[in-house]
């Protein structure tokens, strides 16, 4: 038996954030009424005419540049098929001249993906399956299809099979998609399926540079799913060889339940009919727009990360969570206006996981910060108040009035504390005797007589210096 190394590529279709569509003026909005964003563009209609979004273009460029890829002349071709969500019965797309090519992805850990190319494309609508099980198409009895979907901006970023495992696989993803979130360029929700991941797995012998048959797997829409799915069908391919049989190239499906299954042998080019779409002229972006968007570039999670880690006592995966939220330039913003990095980093990750909280306004939560340090909030208040900043946009003090948290003044406390030893005797004399756990029983007390609002920090320190 031989070691097996497992070969990935992936191919990322990305939803751009865009108002209208590719090619018609209709909405590019998820979550509305079915069939009310299409128009005759979008329906391939006898005489209407496709107009390129110049910010889908705008967009599009920005990713490849984000990725270190070229931005060429491109050709948008005709992708023939026949399919209910395309009623077109074509997707137009790129084909052999694609907008950017040849980038690279470096990962967290250093690994470095090469990018093949991002093209193009329309999206197509959306079938939905009644009747059978788990919405598929055996079984079912009803088909209803929604054209919102079709005509919606995609690119497509097709990496190099210069994957090597299923964690860096995820990485990939992850970190593409923090790109995607901090240059602002699409939502990347993989399980809205604004990002669409496919992954094309092969193994080979450890050594060996040969790249062996893969197979496609659909319908990942999660991080999990991904990992699952790569492993599954790594050793698949595995157990075949060593069986002496060998995998088909085909396009399989992943199942929730573990498995992957045949969907379909994989299509070839030539399957599709490509011709470049004669209703579209050359795309062919000059230097000074190129120029333009690269100085617009934000700053891209890598450089993010360098940041929080030269700001803050952080490690990497923390300096990672922050960034690949979307609230590296909050925690930026809130230490600017005197925040404490280590506290403003520690609220992002642990408190601040809840969407839309990039919208949170950076002086207030630095605000919070430095009521939460001077004692004016305990922890537990502050992250109450924190909550509701993000839900109601109000400011710290006027949500800490609401609720009377108000600073306990420290004399006052020390009054409670010792109220407190002498209501619980025994507790106190088990503390005297090293029996620290005890202390809970008066802090307990402390915390119900002040209906919680006592700082749990300050009373262990009174407990501390009246044991001497
Ligand atoms: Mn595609």
């Known amino acids: ?108 850990n250093g690994t470095r993906i090469g990018i093949e190319r991002a093209h193009l494309e329309e999206d197509a609508g959306k079938t939905t399956h009644l009747g059978g099980e788990d919405g598929r198409i055996h079984g079912a009895s009803e088909a209803l299809v929604d054209y919102n979907r079709a005509g919606v901006p995609l690119l497509e970023v097709v990496s190099r099979p210069d994957i090597r495992s299923a964690e860096d696989a995820r990485a990939y993803v992850e970190e593409l998609r923090a790109i995607l979130v901090a240059t602002g360029a699409s939502e990347a ?77 994989k299509e070839e080019a030539n399957d599709y009919r490509y011709f470049p779409e004669p209703d579209l002229v050359l795309l062919d972006p000059d230097s000074d727009w190129i120029q333009r968007i690269s100085a617009g570039m934000p700053e891209l999670p890598a450089d993010q990360r360098a940041r929080l880690l030269s700001v803050a006592e952080i490690n990497m995966e923390t300096a990672a969570t922050v960034v690949n939220r979307g609230l590296s330039p909050l925690v930026f913003a809130a230490i600017a206006a005197g925040a404490d990095p280590e506290r403003a980093i520690t609220h992002a990750v642990q408190n601040l996981a809840i969407d839309g909280a990039s919208g949170l306004d950076a002086n207030h939560f630095a605000e919070l910060i430095q009521m939460e340090q001077s004692g004016a909030l305990t922890a537990t208040q502050t992250k109450q108040v924190l909550t509701e900043m993000v839900d109601s946009g109000v400011d710290p003090s006027s949500i ?45 007390a402390v915390m119900k007589a002040t209906k919680g609002q006592a700082d749990g920090k300050a009373i262990n320190s009174i407990l501390q210096q009246r044991r001497g």
Not at 216 to 241: G, T
């Open 400 to 444: 800490a009035e609401t609720h009377g948290f108000e600073a306990m003044d420290s004399d006052e406390l020390e009054i409670l504390v010792d109220r407190a030893i002498s209501e619980n005797p025994e507790a106190w004399t088990k503390f005297c005797d090293g029996e620290d756990k005890v202390q809970g029983v008066i802090v307990g």
């Open 1 to 108: 038996m031989s070691e097996w190394e497992t070969v990935i590529g992936l191919e990322v279709h990305v939803e751009l954030a865009t108002n209208t569509k590719l090619f018609s003026h209709a909405p590019n909005r998820f979550g509305d009424e079915p069939n009310t964003n299409v128009t005759p563009v979008c329906l391939g209609l006898p005489g209407s005419l496709p107009v390129l979004n110049r910010r889908a273009v705008e967009l599009a460029m920005t990713i490849g540049i984000a990725l270190g890829c070229e931005i060429q002349p491109s050709v948008f071709h005709r992708k023939n098929y026949f399919y209910p969500d395309m009623p077109k019965d074509y997707q137009v797309s790129q084909y052999d001249q694609p907008i950017c090519i040849n980038g690279s992805l470096d990962l967290p």
């Open 189 to 265: 929700r993989l399980e809205e399926g604004s990002m669409r991941v496919d992954a094309n797995v092969s193994v080979r012998p450890v050594g060996s540079e040969e790249l062996r048959t893969r197979c496609e797997i659909k319908n990942l829409n999660s991080l999990r799913s991904l990992q699952r799915a790569i492993k599954y069908e790594a050793d698949r391919h595995i157990a075949m060889y060593e069986g002496e049989e060998a995998p088909r190239q085909e396009t399989r499906h992943w199942s929730e339940e573990g498995k992957t299954h045949t969907l379909r042998s």
